[in-house]
């Protein structure tokens, strides 16, 4: 397993050329691509459905596609994303009423399962799902939108978590959306994260590849 994946949010690429955004990134050395869905109901925003990420896959994008669902309910949804190729599918705990149902469903069809904390969302409900999930994702910011700050108590959570999921000896992965920058990046790593999501980071630089360049420098450090 590879030590950290940089996963840029396309929710901030250029949506006129999707595709074309998607391979450059990829190309400048993105390792996983991230795919926020919101449904203007659970966050207040509407973003893409299935339909983008089976054109993503049709236009020939082989990279994992990582989808964060920030959509209630969620289960309509889980076997159209499995079907347009998504490889994993996060979802919020507050936004399904059977959490453990959701994440099955989401591993029955094929995918990796991910479980989402908002920052004022309590690590009580990883309680019962540690040894099913592949993926814990805190969010560094509230859902939604594109572009906010960190927020510093993020830090403590992925401490917390961090040590959650070394006691159960299972490799799951410790992912952080939102605010995630070149300047703050080695500081969530060492709180415990080993997979980073950045949208307005590197979508917002004229060059991608110098971004993650100097992402995983700060990781190397
Ligand atoms: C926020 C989304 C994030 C967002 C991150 O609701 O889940 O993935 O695009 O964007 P930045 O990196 O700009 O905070
Ligand atoms: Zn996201």
Redesign the pocket.
Known sequence: MKRFLIAP????ADFSRLGEDTKKVLDAGADVI?F?V?DNHY?P?LTMGPMFCKALRDYGIKASIDV?L?VSPVDELIPAFAKAGASNISIHPEATQHLDRSLQLIQDHGCTAGV?LNPATPLTYLDYVLDKVDIILL????????????IPHTLTKIRQVRERINQTGREIRLEV?????VENIAEIAQAGADMF????????ASDYKTVIDAMRQQLAT
């Open positions: 949010s396309i929710l901030s991230h926020d919101m966050v925003n964060h920030m989402v969010m560094g910011v509230n859902p939604g939108f594109g572009g906010q700050s960190f959306d939102g605010g995630v920058k999501v950045a949208g307005s980071a590197i979508f917002g």
